[in-house]
């Protein structure tokens, strides 16, 4: 039961993050000019988060949700949160691909 928790964690803590990046490219503005730089700081907030996806992911499920009970229970729930954050990682990284393809003429579209 605790695997599923730490799998859950790891989801929904994706597509939060997910959102935080997508409601940061809509908020930077366009820029004008021959040479804009607003879709270069929408690709480095997307990659950013992206780099602190699994470090939230794990320290919000081990120190938020970790049971407490007897150490092997604590130790499969470590190894699934571990497995979870890299599903989270990929996941974070899939649906961004997946939506800036979705909108490539709109400024998500920027983050690949």
Known sequence: MESITAYVISAITALVLLIVATIIATVINYEGGSRPKDASKRRRWFWTIAALNPAVIFLLGYYVFK??????????????????????????????????????????????
């Open 67 to 112: 049971p407490t009970a007897n150490i092997m229970v604590v130790n499969r729930y470590v190894h699934a949160l571990s497995i979870g954050t890299a599903v989270g990682f990929v996941l974070y990284i899939l649906l961004g691909f997946v939506l800036s393809k979705i909108y490539k003429n709109g400024k998500v579209g920027h983050w690949f």
